[in-house]
């Protein structure tokens, strides 16, 4: 079946680093946009990164510009997230979803999440 | 940036009621492009929803979605306690692709 599992969370201290990894399975993982959301406790979701197919094409939301960077490896059927200079703001669940063929299109499946806690 | 305004925030009903939640969107979605999410605690989003209006696979004929334009809302008929749940609206027709706040289903 179609899946997606993240890993790579955990505590790190603000101004730290962690890099968050997604593979795949159950389909041509090469064929999709993916893409990276987050959840702060309690609260709603933001989707902070996409990158396509090819990797030809990322974008970034605003609060993570500079700072993180996403990345796949087709061979591999997998994705990631570079997350440097983290902030406290930063603490929350991390989800890898997968978009569509094209741009505009739902988020299906999620992975199940990995937690990111930015603390000193 | 398209801003999604869900309501109520939260829903107290009964089983075997109907459940009707809305979501705004400013300015209006591109295409309809517009999807519902149902999260239960700990989990994470399950697709409900796709156009505002298709059943993803698998999902239950009493989910229903309706709207275009600026006004949405689900409709959950004959609630069942297993749809105690976070609904959230999302639009994917124009980046960044944003999400409502939410609206928490309580079932009494």
């Known amino acids: 079946q179609v899946q997606l599992v993240e890993s790579g969370g955990g505590l790190v201290k603000p101004g730290g680093s962690l890099r968050l990894s997604c593979v795949a399975s159950g389909f041509t993982f090469s064929d999709y946009y993916m893409h990276w959301i987050r959840q702060a406790p309690g609260k709603g979701l933001e989707s902070i990164s996409y990158?396509?197919?090819?990797?030809?094409?990322?974008k970034y939301a605003d609060s993570v510009k500079g700072r993180f960077t996403i990345s796949r490896d087709n061979a591999k059927s997998s994705l990631y997230l570079q997350l440097d200079s983290l902030k406290v703001e930063d603490t929350a669940v991390y989800y890898c979803?997968?978009?569509?063929?094209?741009?505009?299109?739902?988020?299906?499946?999620w992975g199940q999440g990995t937690l990111v806690t930015v603390s000193s | 940036e398209i801003v999604l305004t869900q309501s109520p925030d939260t829903l107290s009903l009964s089983p075997g009621e109907e459940a009707t939640l809305s979501c705004w969107a400013s300015p209006s979605i591109p295409s309809n492009n517009l999807a519902w999410y149902q999260q239960k605690p700990g989990q994470a989003p399950r697709l409900l929803i796709t156009?505002?209006?298709s059943r993803a696979t698998g999902i239950p004929d009493r989910f229903s979605g309706s709207g275009s334009g600026t006004d949405f809302s689900l409709s959950i008929s004959t609630l069942e306690p297993e749809d105690s749940a976070l609904y959230f609206c999302q639009q994917y027709g124009s980046s960044p692709f944003t999400f409502g706040g939410g609206t928490k289903v309580q079932i009494k």
């Open positions: 979803a997968r978009g569509g063929i094209v741009l505009r299109s739902w988020f299906d499946p």
């Open positions: 990158i396509s197919s090819t990797s030809s094409y990322t």
């Open positions: 156009g505002a209006s």
